[in-house]
């Protein structure tokens, strides 16, 4: 941390402990981020602060005795610094980022108040503050908006889903929330049918019904961490042989390692659902010069045989 | 971290927001604690590297003449209206959203500036709410290497030279965007002299600065076009496809259906839907198998054909 660092807390912190008088240690440091050791340091710093001059009435009084005996913090003789300073450029835009971010997931009565907060935020951090942009893959408002309700409303839901297998079904679940990962919203849920924990991407849920049933007590679902696939104990490891035209497919889906060659690339992709494989075997068609395990593209090649029975020219 | 110099800068600034009028360098060395004891040289240096600290935390720092006469003679000031957070009212949806904010980056650095944003908030008297928007729980990556220095120099408006899949490039950072979990870089490539947009992932290492802090001006950009040009095209060309009855609710959605002049597949259902390119047709095709058939156009029905026949050569 850099003196930077502190003096733009300390400028936030003069104003905060005034209009919060009697403030506690522990939770004010938890306010800016902070340990609690920190704030005894800023404190300690801010008491050797104040008016030009350095005469004794010209500096920021604090009660160290009292922070030292009950953890309260009180602070007096600063009315000239009543106000936080400004967002810092860095500031307004994580903030913004994070409220675009949350926009992309919101339904609509939730996307209201974040757009409005949005506007004010933007005024409040000048005109020429560079306004970065966030999109995900979150399907429609009105499907999220349905979500939503239901999960305030701790209702059971049906839902039209289309899986990565490209299977339609319609599971009934307890839905939990909505995340984003990688750029794509999901439903986090507990699918009654299958009593586990599912993920539903929000673009592949085609309708959402309500069921009026009661969902009852879902609990917690395990970390869904950057590294959630592999947690699946029946995920299988394949390794595919592509053209290197084929090689976007690093960059749409988890990938355990890639090993790039002159006329080829390989990619070893964990497999927890067989019908996701088979439906990205049949997208890529002739891109794919081999597939190991082999028994691993059967699904596929049982399916293409069967398209073709249907086209008439198996 | 120096606790001495943490407590000359707050005197500094405290000293500069105060002052109705310009103030000289000298009469700051007097009366800010922390300067008295300090070289000639040293104060000179000593104060030149807090103020440019101030102005780059975001402070503004004033420099002017209060002498019209002698306009030489400079002085120092921070005015109150530029310095203090707007007074700022929020609704209680608002301050609910608000709420949420601190936990959606993943990215530590970025998550904590977020938490002193706010804090500033908190510090002016709004109280962000987190736990109203139950439900939600939205996160944003920057997990890219070169993420950080691309982020600040955005934001500093100083350019920069990175290695971009191995080739080297000097851009004039002028916005960012993050687009289905990857974000983006648009600036000025200086060597072509044009507008490039960059995926930052593919950005091999941290960036290097090697223009100075606000060294150009953003133009004035339709950020919204430019970041049109990462979106799909728009569909122009339709196929008809026959589609078993229940299945591919994805292409369904995309099309209408149509009564079709060719022979419909008994359990199948005609319709029309329209795409881009004919290469992610033919692989958006495949991947249903045989719930999704081409009656035309005659050459994306051959291609599918063609993809689905090496598949099914793969049969172990």
Known sequence: MTSADQVNRLLALVPYLQSHPDAELGSTAAVFGVPPEQLLDDLNVLWYCGL???????????????????????????????????????????????????????????????????????????ADAPRPQVSVAGGSEEIRSRLTDAIADGELVDLDYLGAGLDPSTPRVAPLRLITREGFGYLQAWSLERSAWRTYRLDRIDAVRRTGEPAGEVGEPPEFGPGWLEQRPDAAEVTLRLKPTAAWITEYHPIRAVRRQASAIEVDLLVADPAWLRSLLLRLGREVLAVRPPEAAAGAAESAAEALAAYGAG | MSTRKSERIMNLAICLLMARRFIEKSQIRQVVEGYHDLSDAAFERTFERDKDELRAMGVPVETGSNNPLFPDEVGYRIRRKDFELPAIEFTSAETAALGLAASVWESATQAEQAVTALAKLRAAGVDPDPGRLAGLAPSIGAREPAFASIWSATIDRATIRFSYRGQPRRVQPWAMTYRRGNWYLLGHDVDKQAPRMFKV????????????????????????????????????????????????????????????????????????????????????????????????????????????????????
């Open chain 2, 201 to 316: 992932s593919r950005v091999d290492a941290a960036a290097d600065r090697v223009g100075r802090v606000g060294g150009y001006r953003v133009p004035d950009l339709d950020l919204e076009a430019a970041w049109a040009s990462l979106e799909p095209r728009r569909p122009d060309t339709e196929a008809v496809l026959a589609i078993r009855a229940g299945r591919a609710p994805d292409l369904r959605r995309r099309g209408r259906p149509v009564d079709a002049k060719q022979d419909v597949p008994a359990g199948y259902e005609p319709f029309a839907v329209s795409y881009a390119r004919a290469a992610d047709m033919v692989g958006e095709i495949c991947a249903h198998g045989a719930d999704v058939l081409v009656l035309a156009p005659q050459h994306l029905r051959k291609s599918v054909i063609t993809e689905l026949t090496a598949t099914a050569g793969r049969a172990s």
């Open chain 1, 52 to 126: 030009p001059g350095g005469m004794p009435g010209d500096l920021i009084e604090i009660d160290m005795e009292t922070v030292a005996e009950s953890g309260r913090i009180r602070l007096t003789n600063a009315e000239y610094l009543s106000r936080p300073m400004r967002f810092t450029p860095d500031e307004a835009m994580s903030l913004v980022v994070a409220l675009r971010a949350m926009r992309e997931l919101a339904g609509g009565h939730q996307g209201e108040g974040i757009d409005t907060a949005l506007a004010k935020l933007e005024q409040a951090s000048g």
